[in-house]
Nanobody, 120 residues
Framework: QVQLVESGGGLVQAGGSLRLSCAAS????????MAWYRQALGKQRELVAS???????NYADSVKGRFTISRDNAKNTMYLQMNSLKSEDTAVYYC??????????????WGQGTQVTVSS
C-alpha cells in the first residue's frame, strides 16, 4: 500500500502562485510514475502533470509554461509549482502514484485532495 498526503492548497488571486506538495509513504519502491490531477466542480477529473521515476515531466496543454512538476526522491515527495494562476485553475488537486508497465496502469493510489481556489 502507498499513502499520499497533499498540502499547499489555498486561496490566491489571479496571477499569483501556489506550491503543492505530495508526501508518499508505504511500499513505494514499485511506483514509477507520479502525477497531479484536478477536478473542478461539475467536471471530470483531468491530468495536470506527471513525472516518471527518472524525472521526465509531462504537462497538460492548459498548464504548460505556468506549472512545474518535480520530485525529491530522497524525501519521497512530489511538488507542483503553479504560477500565473487563472480562475479556471480552481479545482481540487489530487496526487496520484502509479505502477505502470508499457503504458498501462497496474496499480495506482490517490491522495485525499487539496482545494485550490483562484479569485479573479
Amino acid at each position: 500500500q502507498v499513502q499520499l498526503v497533499e498540502s499547499g492548497g489555498g486561496l490566491v488571486q489571479a496571477g499569483g502562485s501556489l506550491r503543492l506538495s505530495c508526501a508518499a509513504s508505504g511500499i513505494i519502491f514499485s511506483i514509477n510514475r507520479m502525477a497531479w490531477y484536478r477536478q473542478a466542480l461539475g467536471k471530470q477529473r483531468e491530468l495536470v502533470a506527471s513525472i516518471t521515476s527518472g524525472g521526465i515531466p509531462n504537462y497538460a496543454d492548459s498548464v504548460k509554461g505556468r506549472f512545474t512538476i518535480s520530485r525529491d526522491n530522497a524525501k519521497n515527495t512530489m511538488y507542483l509549482q503553479m504560477n500565473s494562476l487563472k480562475s479556471e485553475d480552481t479545482a481540487v488537486y489530487y496526487c496520484n502514484a502509479a505502477r505502470m508497465e508499457k503504458g498501462t496502469v497496474l496499480d495506482d493510489y490517490w491522495g485525499q485532495g487539496t482545494q485550490v481556489t483562484v479569485s479573479s
